[in-house]
């Protein structure tokens, strides 16, 4: 891996020494959250995608198409970062999303940041039309949170209860107010937020003006068809300004880390 952005005599002489694949605490310190409560409503968001060449997120319903090895060990050290991650109701169920795990390799990191020894998962959902009987829910290292609104199906609530799983309620009505999850998530304490999509998911953090950050993998392929961007939903009324903050590059495949001007 080289970086292309941004160089200077200590990072050059740094890239020169080091093998060609980082380690994970240089790709920790690389991608490093800034004061988790420089974000509006008290946590800084964090959003990890990829995309192809020809603009597709997925390919036949899945990201792993079009990601590689690196990519991952950056999507996993993205995660042992984070006090949570929260993905949409479908992609839990596409991507067969399983608990975060702890990592020894990050363990002092975590502890050191007071952390515990792995991010939750927080899955948002409105009708809650999930399977509370897979290991997400009945099995995780910490318990796995469920983002919904007031108007939720009452059974599924106690359903998802049920399953050890925490309801944690960001909306009035039926579905999740994105500023309001933010919020609550940072009252409990999860102030390095991190979400994994899906676009639908993504498009509405953007929508509402709320992402602070974006980790863009940019592969070197074309799929065409009709696969989703990385977001898609209610359209911004002026276009937001982010700004490169980094770029790495191996194999063809670009690392960007974009945050909000």
């Not at 920790?28 to 192809?52: H, I, K």
């Not at 839990?92 to 975060?100: F, G, I, L, T």
């Not at 039926?174 to 999509?197: D, I, Y």
């Amino acid at each position: 891996m080289r970086r292309l952005f941004p160089v200077t005599d200590e990072t050059a002489a740094a890239d020169e020494a080091a093998d060609s694949e980082w380690s994970l605490d240089r790709l920790a310190e690389a991608y490093a959250y800034p004061d988790p409560g420089a974000g509006d409503g008290g946590g800084w968001l964090r959003a990890n995608m990829v995309s192809t060449l020809d603009g597709a997120a997925e390919h036949e319903g899945r990201s792993q198409p079009i990601s590689c090895a690196t990519d991952m060990r950056v999507f996993g050290t993205l995660r042992a970062l984070a006090d949570v991650v929260i993905v949409g109701a479908e992609t839990v169920r596409q991507e067969q999303y399983r608990p975060a795990r702890a990592r020894t390799e990050f363990a002092a990191r975590r502890r050191a940041a007071g952390q515990g020894p792995a991010p939750a998962v927080a899955v948002v959902s409105a009708a809650l039309d999930l399977d509370f009987s897979l290991p997400l829910f009945t099995s995780p290292l910490v318990p796995t949170l469920v983002l919904t609104g007031a108007a939720a199906p009452p059974d599924r609530i106690t359903a998802a209860e049920g399953a050890g799983a925490r309801v944690v309620i960001a909306g009035d009505g039926l579905g999740v107010e994105p500023a309001r999850a933010v919020r609550a998530l940072a009252e409990l304490g999860h102030r390095r937020l991190l979400t994994e999509g899906g676009p639908r998911l993504l498009g509405q953090f953007v929508a509402a003006g709320v992402l602070d950050e974006l980790c863009l993998t940019v592969s070197p392929m074309l799929t065409s068809g009709q696969a989703r961007r990385i977001a898609y939903g209610p359209a911004v009324e002026v276009p937001r300004r982010f700004e490169l903050v980094s770029l790495l590059e191996e194999a063809g495949f670009l690392f960007s880390r974009y945050r909000r001007s």
